[in-house]
């Protein structure tokens, strides 16, 4: 039997190729012949550094940035096997995560420390860059990660903004004179997986705000003040990103990527689909096993396990989800590819039980799912 595991992260719990590897223990105890061929999944978000870096054989690097409060944080970033392609998480530098919930306020909150992981990317000589923008802490419309390659923001009085969306609403003009001019050749691919324009009811400030910290003024102080950084960029650019979709991912740092560098947005999953060669080597398996933290309605809208769903089904291939928990619209995903889902949870426990213990569930959910595919597989033979 030919099996590959090809799961997203646990988030907070067990990292994809944790997962992996969880997994891969327990289908060996009863398929101990079996061939299993790991490929960790991501979408982005946490873990996109390691599965891409894992995938290439690359390397993972740590940097002293900016953290999204202004306090020095240690961020990791990659290189692929190639030797010429960064990969950053816009997390690692200015994720929600790094901000304790007491002191969430989106208002000034920055991507700077984003920025200065893609400039560690140029000063090693990268012109290719892959950059995950799930899991942020902010609402600045990249300014800060803009502030770190150059970019001038500057309020009616000719002095420099300060960090944060809020501050946005001063924003008088914007000076591109002292940007990094490695930008011009640098070849970026933005792992999104929303449509969200900058602004309006659908916008960066509306829907992600709340997550962030925002109150219900926040949000609309948010999202006049992006409004305003928008019309700027766009005459200092020449570019209209505003309602491009995905300009509100990371508090519109898709939109700042896409008005200061040639960002291209992409699916996060399709990038690591790619980097893994998952298509080639779902070809000549017998089952796929993907899963990730939490599956539900939002798992059909394009998350890793469809994501996988979609390469097997083009061989033909069955696909089990293994997930954490099954929210409401769980079977959702059984019409888009995916064959069967289970939970690992064997028994009511507490989320902190299960986070902690995650790669044990992982392991013991994979041997009761080997199991019933020994079953079935006698039955068949009937």
């Not at 000589?125 to 500057?154: H, P, Q, W, Y």
């Not at 020449?238 to 991912?249: F, H, L, T």
Request: glycine share 14%; with cysteine; proline share 5%.
């Amino acid at each position: 039997m030919h099996i590959i595991i090809a799961p997203d992260s646990y988030k907070g719990s067990v990292s994809a190729l944790g997962v992996a590897d969880a997994i891969g223990r327990g289908i060996l105890r009863v398929f101990p012949d079996a061939q299993v061929f790991k490929a960790p999944m991501a979408d982005g978000g946490e873990g996109t550094v390691e599965a891409l870096v894992a995938a290439t054989d690359g390397e993972i690097l740590h940097e002293s940035v900016i953290g999204p409060l202004g306090e020095a944080v240690t961020a990791h970033w990659g290189v692929l096997g190639d030797g010429q392609t960064a990969v950053i998480e816009m997390a690692s530098a200015s994720g929600l995560p790094l901000v304790p919930k007491e002191k969430r306020d989106p208002r000034i909150t920055t991507t700077y420390g984003t920025g200065q992981l893609m400039k560690a990317a140029l000063d090693r000589g990268l012109r290719k860059m892959i950059i995950g923008i799930g899991g942020s802490a902010t609402n600045d419309g990249g300014s800060g990660m803009a502030t770190a390659l150059g970019v001038r923001f500057l309020d009616s009085a000719g002095k420099q903004l300060s960090p944060g969306g809020a501050a946005l609403a001063q924003l008088a003009e914007i000076d591109l004179q002292k940007v990094d001019a490695r930008l011009k050749d640098a070849e970026v691919t933005v792992a999104c997986d929303v449509d969200n324009p900058l602004c309006g009811p659908k916008g960066a400030s509306a829907v992600y705000g709340p997550q962030k910290g925002a109150t219900p003024e926040m949000v609309k102080e948010l999202d006049a003040a992006l409004k305003n950084f928008s019309e700027f960029a766009r005459r200092a650019t020449g570019k209209d990103m505003a309602e491009y979709p995905g300009a509100g991912a990371a508090g519109g740092l898709g939109a700042g990527l896409l008005f200061f560098t040639n960002a291209l947005l992409r699916p996060g999953v399709e990038i690591v689909i790619e980097a893994t060669g998952l298509n080639s080597l779902t070809q000549t398996v017998d089952l796929v096993i993907t899963g990730e933290g939490a599956t539900d309605f939002q798992t059909a809208f394009g998350k890793a396990p469809v994501g996988v769903a979609g390469v097997a089904k083009k061989h033909g291939k069955p696909v089990v989800c293994l997930s954490g928990s099954l929210g409401p619209g769980a079977e959702d995903v059984l019409q888009h590819g995916i064959d069967a889902i289970m939970s690992v949870v064997p028994r009511p426990m507490s989320l902190e039980e299960c986070m902690k213990n995650g790669e044990a569930l992982l392991e013991q959910a994979a041997e009761r799912l080997a199991r019933l595919l020994r079953t079935g597989m006698k039955l068949s033979k009937n």
